[in-house]
């Protein structure tokens, strides 16, 4: 009786991964009638998150197959609080510091197709963050006859990785906003007017 079945855990990880656990307690008494403490639903979420992160195996060599014509890629660093309690405190809400950890991300998807695949990690600097970029093209559906368009924000560690991990199949173009704000900045010093 005190157990969470298989479908609600799915439902749980949902709601857990998107909102806080206090919502997602309102959120499945609203949506669901079901009564869950939010304790339940941080310990299910994390477990769910623990295990995909266990079991993820990166796809680190070319694939033979042809793959898709062409599949889009894109990668981008940004920096995320990373609360931690004191671990002699009693009270784990007393004693918190704050860090902030980079967060690597990237997404691959066929041109002209809707489904997208999602990879990050904090560790492992560029080289690891390179490693999920060319895992996500994979499932995208990179192969040998595979065109990859690289878009991102002109960081040199991205273009570094899109060459290191599709060779010459890669290009890389800094994305239009990032282009035109480089520009701007530069404007200044090409002309007075």
């Known amino acids: 009786c005190r157990g ?3 479908p609600l855990q799915r439902v749980v990880t949902d709601f857990g991964a998107d909102h806080p656990f206090r919502q997602v307690s309102e959120k499945l008494q609203e949506h669901y009638g079901i009564s869950l403490p939010p304790e339940t ?3 299910t979420t994390e477990r769910h998150g623990r ?3 266990e079991d993820t195996v990166l796809e680190t060599t070319r694939p033979e197959r042809p793959g ?3 599949v889009l890629v894109e990668m981008d660093g940004g920096m ?3 609360v931690t309690s004191a671990p002699e405190a009693a009270d784990r809400r007393k004693g918190k510091t704050l860090n902030w950890q980079e967060l690597k991300l990237c997404i691959a998807r066929e ?3 809707a489904p997208r695949f999602y990879g990050g990690t904090f560790n492992g600097g560029t080289e ?5 970029l060319h895992h996500c093209a994979c499932l995208a559906g990179f192969g040998r006859a595979t065109d990859i368009h690289g878009v991102g924000d002109g960081a040199v560690w991205i273009a570094d990785q899109i060459e290191h ?3 010459s199949q890669g290009a890389y173009l800094v994305d239009f906003y990032h282009l035109s704000e480089y520009l701007a900045e530069a404007a200044a010093s090409c002309s007075s007017d």
Do not use: E
């Open 4 to 6: 969470v079945s298989a």
């Open 41 to 43: 639903i941080r310990q």
């Open 51 to 53: 295990l995909m992160l």
């Open 68 to 70: 898709k014509a062409c």
């Open 80 to 82: 995320v609080p990373i």
């Open 111 to 113: 041109l002209g197709s």
């Open 128 to 132: 690891q963050a390179g490693q999920h």
């Open 165 to 167: 991990c599709f060779g």
